[in-house]
């Protein structure tokens, strides 16, 4: 029996399989707004059989996109374009969706990746000022951020707060906030960003005083029977930055407050990470997560192989294994995983008959007939 395929719960939220598609931005919203291309992009990858996707992320304001192009879900229109594509998704895969929430901080007012990544300036048309902890910029050559005062920490936790209610309109069924790759909460996190001195910054409590607070806004806001968790980087791959122990302090502080699990990734705050790539090199983080802080935890990056993911599991590594480019090469990675393994995936029965013929019993509940 595959240990992949065994159900798990987060929360109250119970995933068929241990597979989960891992947010990833696709820079082709409009104003925030959803088009076909997103229901094109996730319309596919519902079909694969994971156990869960969580949707690129979704910021929370129009300042707080990565690029001009981020999905957001800050409007009624940005809450109509994203409940028509999910409400599509649903006529034809029951997977659970959950949304990842997002503030860029001085990450935001940038080019897509495809355009060469860079900061926007704010002077351009497409550009605007970023916020941030404090008036550091990612890079020495970049815009300044503005520090976010008390009145802008309070209406940033409102729209993380908005945003939740707005995921919970459509029918999400979870809430993935953004707390990791050099994003505005783990700016906060890292002391690399963060150089308050008031109770936001300084000791490891304070910098976490922040994300806290935008949990406990997030959690209110969402129904109490539907989970929601964080993404965090465990390491910010420099000297001194923010780090594994870190990690395990706020994972400990968001399971007191109803976290209901943790998404382990690495990095991203700055320029000079060296980071130490490999074949599931980010998995030791979350095997730490798991065994000090007893969440469900997912851990993600280059997991790319049927057999790597089984062994995470079954080895106590992590609780699910979440996938970003494997899934986009090959968005039938679960079923080709379930064939592997000996498992059972579900499939649409559109698309019962193209089960192959030495895997009988690979499709549940698959049927065909003729006359
Ligand atoms: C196209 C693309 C977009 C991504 N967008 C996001 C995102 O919106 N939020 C996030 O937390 N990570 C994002 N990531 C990172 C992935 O979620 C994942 O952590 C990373 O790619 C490592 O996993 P992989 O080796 O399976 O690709 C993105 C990655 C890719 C390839």
Redesign the pocket.
């Known amino acids: 029996m595959s240990h992949l395929f065994e159900p798990l719960s987060i929360g109250n939220l119970v995933l068929e399989n241990r597979i989960v598609i ?5 820079y082709s919203a409009e104003e925030g707004d959803a088009v076909d291309w997103h229901l094109i992009h996730l319309g596919h990858l519902v079909l694969s059989g994971a156990g869960l996707m969580i949707l ?2 979704t910021a929370v304001s129009p300042e707080g996109r990565i690029s001009p192009g981020d999905l957001g879900l800050y409007s009624d229109r940005n809450e109509t374009a994203l409940g028509r594509v999910i409400e599509a998704t649903r006529k034809y895969s029951s997977m659970p969706i959950a949304v ?1 929430i ?1 503030h860029a901080g001085r990450k935001a007012s940038s080019r897509a ?1 495809w355009e060469g990544g860079a900061q926007i300036a704010p002077a351009d048309p497409f550009g605007w000022k970023t916020e941030a902890p404090s008036a550091v910029p990612h890079s020495e050559d970049e815009d300044v951020p503005l520090a976010l005062d008390k009145a802008g920490l309070a209406r940033v936790r409102d729209d993380f707060a908005a945003t939740a209610r707005r995921a919970a309109g459509i029918g999400l069924e979870g809430i993935e906030i ?1 707390g ?2 050099g994003y505005l909460l783990h700016q906060f996190l890292s002391p690399i960003a963060n150089r308050r001195t008031d109770e936001y910054g300084g000791s490891l409590e304070n910098r976490m005083r922040f994300p806290l607070e935008v949990f406990d806004a997030v959690r209110a806001a969402f129904p109490p029977e539907k989970p929601v968790w964080m ?1 965090i980087s465990a390491t910010d791959w420099v000297a001194d930055g923010w780090d594994i122990e870190g990690t395990v302090a706020l994972s400990k502080a968001l399971k007191a407050r109803g976290c209901a699990a943790i998404h382990v ?1 690495t990095g991203g705050v700055s320029p000079l990470q060296a980071i130490k790539l490999g074949p599931g090199y ?1 998995v030791p983080y979350a095997q730490r997560v798991k065994a000090e802080v007893g969440l469900p935890t997912i851990a ?5 192989e049927p057999e790597q993911a089984e062994a995470i599991i079954a080895n106590n590594e992590a609780d699910a294994v ?7 090469y090959d968005p039938r990675w679960p079923w080709h995983a379930a064939a592997k393994l000996g498992a059972h995936v579900a499939a649409p029965k559109q698309y019962w008959r193209s089960q192959p013929r030495e895997y009988k019993h690979l499709f549940e509940n698959a049927r065909t007939g003729q006359r």
């Open positions: 891992a947010p990833m931005c696709q690129e992320a990842q997002s990746p953004h990791a790759h993404r990734t980010q993600v990056g280059l997991i790319t979440s996938l970003a480019r494997a899934m986009l």
